[in-house]
């Protein structure tokens, strides 16, 4: 296995299963953050993820999202969108995943952030340096800071082994009869059915009124 974008980092359709099979790095102790750009008709994050390659001691993560306006670097962390800070790690490897409710829009840079705290044990994830959209580090901290402050962005070509499910926007469906059967839409065309069906409805009382006055 490998790390790829779409795959075991970035945004993702289905929740990855199995080792990424990256660099092994240190992460407890340390904020990462993964830069991607989401899909066009992205509109919600459902669940973040990391990969934990060792088995250490249980202690708490944190999760966030940040969007790519950094004072420093064009496109580097900034502003920290979303951030879910109490999550237990547990003490096995594996995935390690948070359940959200994060809207966002699409075909726009984020970064996903991943922290760890401090583990007797290193806890370690995985990492590529080539290849990808970039990461950025800060060592020594507790917490996924606002703004993130990374300064120059330490791997631009690098990727972590995070990632975030992702879904469309979705409309209510609603069910009409047509000359074919049952036919589908959603709420934004229901709008326009609506005015339609109440075109012609008036259309043929006028018409009656004209027969009746005849």
């Known amino acids: 296995m490998a790390i790829v974008i779409g795959t075991n980092s970035g945004f993702v359709t289905v929740a990855p ?17 993964s830069k991607d750009t989401s899909p066009s008709t ?22 966030g999202l940040y969007a790519a306006d950094g004072a420093v670097v064009p496109n580097e962390a900034g502003t920290r969108l979303y951030h879910d ?11 390690k995943t948070v359940s959200v409710d994060w809207d ?12 760890v705290d401090n583990t007797t044990t290193v806890t370690r994830t995985n990492q590529v340096t080539t290849g990808g959209p970039g990461f950025d580090f800060r060592v020594a901290v507790g917490a996924l800071f606002d703004p993130y402050g990374g300064g120059a962005i330490n791997e631009p070509n690098g990727m ?24 589908w839409f959603t709420t934004e065309y229901f709008g326009v059915w609506i005015t339609l069906f109440s075109f012609v409805v008036l259309s043929i009382i006028n018409t009656l009124k004209q027969f009746s006055i005849g």
Do not use: R
């Not at 299963?17 to 953050?33: E, H, L, M």
């Not at 979705?170 to 036919?183: A, K």
């Open 17 to 33: 299963t199995v080792d990424p099979g990256g660099t092994a790095v240190q992460i407890d102790i340390i904020s990462y953050v």
């Open 104 to 115: 966002i829009d699409g075909d726009t840079d984020y970064w996903i952030g991943v922290q």
């Open 85 to 95: 800070n109490l999550n237990a790690k547990g003490t096995s490897l594996g995935w």
């Open 42 to 63: 992205a509109a919600k994050i459902t669940e973040i993820g990391w990969w934990c390659d060792t088995a250490t001691e249980e202690s708490n993560f944190e999760v």
């Open 160 to 183: 972590m082994a995070f990632y975030a499910v992702w879904e469309a926007a979705t409309g209510t469906n609603h069910q009409i009869i047509s000359g074919n059967g049952l036919s």
